[in-house]
Every structure is written in structure tokens, then in C-alpha cells.
């Protein structure tokens, strides 16, 4: 057994190379934010966020204007995570091996295949789950999307556009099963409306609308509360609000992450911070931007969408990821060995260690990482 990383640097590339062809679509679509390098697990940090820029008009003068300043914001992230996955082997179970046909290296690139699409899959995971932060949502619950057309995209995209996001880098992860609604389209398939076969020879999904389409296996479907019957109060709330009271009326609950509607209003909001029990006239609070048309004087029916599946669009800048290497103490551990690997597909890089132990040997892959949403007002939910 080699006593150093060296020798199996083939063996890991070619376990990286069958993990890279996993459904990874959320990685490689938002930000990656590789600054933190000396935060810890539980560490909160901050991301600066600059604000709405306003203009002023040009008034010629002795000296330019006294103004310029600004208030800059920020987002937090933590660092949430630090994940490992073992291989452990010792001397006997590898002779063993080698005796029979010298199938050690290839069941331990298996085994570095498996342990890094685990990790790989939890955090593509994670970033799915920010799904229940986004701002608003489109589609109808049970129905495919693109089943006839390209409508869907064209409303992510008035959606997200409506909100301010910028559109020189929009994404659209799916699941599968929107994917292939899509890749059924004959606007797509059919070379010469197309003017590009690769949906139809490789089954790549195109650019739609300036969206990069991307599928995952982490889409999730979230399950709704059980809110019924629950109204607003009579306070009235203008285009923009994001706290809205409610009647002491109904039953059952608004979860945060639930998509709502309100009477005389077709828009989907996404609810950021639910009630326990509607009942008693709590308050909810909508995700920014909040209301895009006022809520009368009047008690308002309020209606829980049913569960749904949680295909996202967003500006790759809504959304950021933060990883690196486990920490490790002044003067390091007992790891005999250590290298990085960076999956070019996903970006992610893992650590790879060697522990030498008592007749047996252990290679870790580990990872540690952060999520966050930085901007809900650019994204939004496409509802299935």
C-alpha cells in the first residue's frame, strides 16, 4: 500500500471524473465565495452589499455636489458544515485483493467516487433548500412545466426582471422531470427552428430566454402547512409590504417557505417567516419585495398553496456558497499525507488525507461549507 497520496493521485482523478458526471446543477450556477478561509464552524461572517443606486440631475458648478455617500449593507453566512467521508483498509483485506486479480485500486476509486459525490450531493442539497427563501413564485402544483412551450421561462424571467435582478447571468435549475418536458419541445429538438442540434444529438438543455438551463437531483419538494380559511386583518398594506397581520380566523398553519396567494391578487408570494397557528392573528411576513399590489381595509382570503416542487431561477448572484478545507490545529494532525482535488465541473475542492494507523490505513475526503441567500428579491420558484 502506497505511504503517500502521490501514487493514487490517478486512482482520485479517475473517481473524480465519475462524480462529475453527477446531476450537479446548483453548484456551478451561483456565486462560490472562497474568502473564508479562517472562519469557523459556527462562525457567522459578512458579505458586504451595496445599496440601490439613485441619480441625481447635472447641475453645472464651481465644485462637484456634496453628496455620494451610501450605506452598505450586508449578508450574513456561516460556515455550517465540516463533513468527511472514510475509507479504511488494511494490509490483509489488500493482499487478499491483489491475489485475486489485483482489484484493490479499483474498488478504492470507487469507493473516492462514492465519498465524494456524498458530499458533493449535500451541498448541491443545501443550496436547493434556499428555495424557501425566494421572493415568488410561477406555475401551477402537479402540472410539468414546458409541457406545449417556452411560457414558463419567459415568466421566470418578467419574475425576476419585474424585481430588479440583473439579467447578464440568469440560471434555471430543474428536476429531471421538467427536463425532459423540455427536451420533448419541438422548438428545441428540431435542428432547423433550433439552429443547434445539441438538444437533439447530446441532450443538453439550451439557453432559454438568458437562462443557462441546468437540472439537479436536490430540487426539492417542499410539503405545505395546513393553513385554512385564514384572512388578513383590516390594517391595509401598500405594494411593498412585507409584514402582514392576520385576522383571528381560520385554522391550521403558514409555514415559512409556504407559497401563498391573496383574493384579487394572482401573484405567489413566498412566506419567510410563517405562523404556528393562524387562529390567533399573528403576523407573516412575505419575502422582499414583498406585496406588488396593495391589500385593501377589508379582511382578505388568504390561500396556501398545495406541496409543490421547487424548480428555481436567479441571478448567480442571489445565491452564494462559501468552502474549504476543514481547519485543522497549529502543526497539523496525524495525517501522514494531504492533497486538493477541484472537481472542475462542480468547482468544489476536496481534501484528501491519509491517516496511517496500527496495520491499516484510512483516507478521508472532507469538506467544509456554507450556504446562504443574498438576494431573495432575485430569484424565484417555478412551481410543479
Not at 32 to 51: I, L
Not at 65 to 89: E, F, H, L, Y
Not at 339 to 345: F, L, Y
Amino acid at each position: 500500500m502506497s505511504n503517500t497520496l502521490t501514487g493514487l493521485t490517478t486512482t482520485i482523478y479517475n473517481a473524480l471524473d465519475v462524480v462529475s458526471r453527477e446531476l450537479v446543477g446548483f453548484i456551478p450556477a451561483v456565486s462560490a465565495d472562497m474568502t473564508y478561509d479562517r472562519a469557523a464552524v459556527g462562525q457567522t461572517v459578512t458579505s458586504p452589499v451595496a445599496p440601490a443606486a439613485s441619480a441625481t440631475d447635472i447641475t453645472p458648478a464651481v465644485t462637484p455636489p456634496n453628496d455620494g455617500d451610501q450605506t452598505i449593507g450586508s449578508v450574513s453566512m456561516t460556515i455550517s458544515k465540516a463533513r468527511r467521508v472514510p475509507v479504511r483498509w488494511n494490509g490483509e483485506e489488500k493482499r487478499g485483493l491483489d491475489n485475486n486479480g489485483a482489484s484493490y485500486n479499483v474498488i478504492l476509486r470507487d469507493q473516492l467516487a462514492q465519498g465524494m459525490r456524498a458530499l458533493v450531493n449535500e451541498v448541491e442539497s443545501d443550496i436547493a433548500n434556499l428555495c424557501l427563501k425566494s421572493s415568488r413564485a410561477y406555475g401551477t402544483p402537479g402540472t410539468v412545466p414546458f409541457a406545449t412551450n417556452l411560457a414558463e421561462a419567459a415568466q421566470m424571467r418578467k419574475i425576476l426582471s419585474d424585481n430588479g435582478a440583473p439579467t447578464s447571468d440568469l440560471q434555471m435549475v430543474l428536476d429531471t422531470t421538467a427536463g425532459a418536458s423540455m427536451r420533448t419541445l419541438g422548438q428545441l429538438t428540431k435542428a432547423n427552428e433550433a439552429a443547434d442540434t445539441s438538444m437533439l444529438r447530446r441532450g443538453v438543455l439550451l439557453d432559454v430566454h438568458g437562462f443557462a438551463i441546468r437540472e439537479s437531483a436536490q430540487v426539492k419538494t417542499v410539503v405545505a402547512g395546513t393553513g385554512a380559511s385564514a384572512t388578513t386583518n383590516t390594517a391595509g398594506y401598500a405594494v411593498g409590504a412585507t409584514s402582514i397581520g392576520l385576522a383571528s380566523a381560520g385554522t391550521g398553519t403558514v409555514l415559512a417557505g409556504d407559497v401563498i396567494t391573496f383574493a384579487g391578487d394572482t401573484n405567489k408570494y413566498v412566506v419567510l417567516t410563517g405562523d404556528t397557528d393562524v387562529s390567533n392573528g399573528g403576523t407573516i411576513v412575505l419575502a422582499a419585495p414583498g406585496l406588488r399590489k396593495a391589500i385593501g381595509t377589508s379582511a382578505t382570503a388568504i390561500t396556501v398553496i398545495a406541496a409543490t416542487t421547487r424548480n428555481m431561477a436567479f441571478a448567480r448572484s442571489a445565491l452564494a456558497v462559501a468552502t474549504r478545507a476543514p481547519a485543522l490545529p497549529e502543526g497539523g494532525d496525524s495525517a501522514s499525507d494531504r492533497m486538493i482535488i477541484t472537481d472542475p465541473i462542480s468547482g468544489l475542492s476536496f481534501e484528501i488525507s491519509l491517516y496511517k494507523q496500527y496495520r491499516q490505513i484510512q483516507y478521508e475526503i472532507a469538506l467544509a461549507w456554507g450556504v446562504a441567500m443574498v438576494k431573495p428579491e432575485h430569484t424565484a420558484l417555478l412551481l410543479a
